[in-house]
């Protein structure tokens, strides 16, 4: 057996791993779409009960201009949010975008907020 290092030895080349296909997303409008609809709010069955008990209706452009206020809010590291409207106040938990309750906006006069950390107006 001859242990000599021949030239060829001295310089192998590395063998790395194939790099994986980056996890790219697909932008395609229908996934960019299907995101946004994903992020739209959603309303707690004891929020829902309180719209319906106190017979409160929200236009969809409203839910619209609510759900971009708390996707902002949530960009700034506002966790939960009240939101005062001309009709209600909503209490918004941002990260899930999901309504927590909904009070009457006179109703909403005589409470103490607790455990808020931002507040929308928004005069619709």
């Known amino acids: 057996m001859s242990e000599r290092i021949h030239a060829h030895q001295l310089y192998q080349p590395i063998l790395y791993p194939k790099r994986k296909q980056s996890n790219r997303v697909n932008q395609s409008f229908k996934s960019l779409f299907d995101r946004e609809l994903a992020t739209q709010l959603?309303?707690?069955?004891h929020a829902q009960k309180r719209l319906q008990d106190r017979n409160i209706t929200i236009t969809e452009a409203s839910w619209n201009k609510i759900?971009?206020?708390?996707?902002?809010a949530s960009t700034k590291g506002i966790k939960d949010s009240l939101?005062?409207?001309?009709?209600v106040t909503l209490v918004v938990n941002a990260p899930n975008q999901t309504v927590i309750t909904a009070l009457d906006r006179n109703e909403s006069t005589s409470q103490i907020f607790t455990n808020i950390n931002g507040a929308i107006v928004i005069d619709e």
């Open 83 to 87: 939101v005062i409207m001309k009709n």
């Open 42 to 45: 959603t309303v707690s069955k």
């Open 67 to 72: 759900s971009e206020k708390v996707k902002e």
